[in-house]
């Protein structure tokens, strides 16, 4: 079993696996979902307990779908079958798929408006907003577009038709090749952007809302937030890593991937919020309102750091969300995988079909979801309208649910040797960390876990 079968295809460098499972961890979680729960949650203080959830929950989670992927072979809800037979542990396959199609359903939303985001910098929209020379044209611009009953649904659904046919063509060969190219030239325009920001005028106070924390604003429902956040953003939980770890090197050091991979995932978070929170203080918008202030705040970035060179500003705007897109293709593909790849494995039908399946019901229900933003947007439930309520119940339930699951299967039912030896791998490396990284699993992990879950959902008081 520890051998790859000879037809399965392998990422063929260690910078490739890492930069592939690094671009299914990088995407709007971190461009876009970061700085708005940070903005609401009291910035810096959120940042550091956001850096203890990737520490100490993600990081030993990643390793364990690591160990689950590469040693069963196979996909989500087929590797916890294989691994077990006891009936909650073979479920939490199923229970990740479900969560996978779910998230993907108002995940491929936003998508659907870093789509727009792009035709709009191609046809050079932003250089005319910042003729009026107030930022706000850029906060009523995205409020328009995006309660618009047309445009966003049509963007969401040739989002997700793109990700179908990408899908429909099996993704394992090109991922690597994309994501070896995409991912330095992504982090290359950040870093730009991040020096642009750190010297412009009345970058001071965004920068200390990011980096100076104030804890009295911290609850358990923050917490809880953080946590499920770190889940979101590395793609942990569902599963979804199962799937790639399957496709590792019998030589790869499952602990050293997990921590890059997860170094670059918050370095993307980190420089995400140093270039978005000075444009925000500076343009007078309201850090907690919970509006998407990448959307709002990054084009105007883009008019202001190079305000001479209105041709710089063009290229660069239409080089990152290009950028975006792609970024967020890999995710969006990562996550319309695991439903599809299960469908067609457990119902014997085609690829094609189940990729089908997938398609219909996200397009049905990716098109409510966006409605809710405007024309749909007086059905609320407890003050959520159907968008936010999607985003609430995968982040704060179902993902942190799938990695307590997780934890206690791996900490608690597994084989030992099974996880010393993908740890290990078979002997041949030290596995440094090891130990921690199974204690975590089997007692710290799903203690917290589950506090923080019942506290933060107000279910038992600490
Ligand atoms: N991590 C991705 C992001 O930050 C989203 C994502 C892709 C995801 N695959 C996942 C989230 C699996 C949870 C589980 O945008």
Redesign the pocket.
Known sequence: MSNHQPNHNNFTSKIGLILATAG???????IW?FPVLAGQNGGAAFLILYIFCVILIGLPLMVGEFIIGRHAQSNTAYAFSKLTNHKIFKNIGRFGVF??WF?LCY?IVVSAWALDYLVDAILGRFGKLSEAGNAQVYADYFHDFITNPYLPVIYTIIFILLSHLIIIRGVKKGIEKFAKFLMPLLFIIMLILVVFSIFTEGAQEGLTFLFKPDFTKITFSTILTAMGQA????????G?LCTFASYFTKEANLINTAFKVGVI?TLVAVMSGIIIFPAVFSAHFAVNSGASLAFIALPNVFQQAFSHLPTVSYIISILFYFLLVLA?LT?VI??HEVPTAFLAEHYKISRTKATSIVTATVCFFGTICSLSNGVLSDITISGKNIFDLFDYVSGQIF?PIGGLLIAVFVGWSMDKDIIRNQLTNFGTIPGKGATTIIYLLKYVIPVITLLIFLSGLNIIKL
């Open positions: 299914s961890a990088v995407g709007l979680g971190n979902r969560t996978g998230i995940y889940f979101f953003s590395m793609s942990i939980a569902m979804c995932d967020t995710s990562s996550l993902l």
